[in-house]
């Protein structure tokens, strides 16, 4: 078992910037690639960055390329998403999600990541 737990979420202007951490405890994080997802009042969740196990490689949606940055800290068990140049359409809970870094599909896949964390609320106003 991997239990994550988001942190970082709040309300921001546009244009401005926050940081999400997702703690991991259980089972060892590093065999973890990890990815982020957010979902928007009435809409489905959506892909928005990983990382790799190692830290090696990252993807992100066109979205939020560009803006968004996701690392890790394996010594932390902790996944970041630095978020900047916040835009209204932002606004969302977003969640962090772990899969086995073994496993071959697409980032955005929601159902091939094993465990989440609860999510935390961003809302950037205009």
């Known amino acids: 078992q991997v239990q994550l737990v988001e942190s970082g979420g709040g309300l921001v202007q546009a244009g401005g910037s926050l940081r999400l951490s997702c703690a991991a405890s259980g089972r060892t994080f590093s065999r973890y690639d990890m990815g982020w997802f957010r979902q928007a009042q009435g809409k489905e969740r959506e892909f928005v960055a990983a990382?790799?196990?190692?830290?090696?490689?990252?993807y992100y949606a066109d979205s939020v390329k560009g803006r968004f940055t996701v690392s890790r800290d394996n010594a932390k068990n902790t996944v970041y998403l630095q978020m900047n140049s916040l835009r209204p359409e932002d606004t969302a809970v977003y969640y962090c999600?772990?899969?086995?870094?073994?496993?071959?599909?697409?980032?955005?896949?929601?159902?091939?990541?094993?465990?989440w964390g609860q999510g935390t609320q961003v809302t950037v106003s205009s």
């Open positions: 990382i790799t196990w190692s830290g090696g490689t990252t």
């Open positions: 999600a772990a899969r086995p870094s073994t496993v071959v599909a697409g980032w955005g896949a929601l159902r091939t990541y094993d465990y």
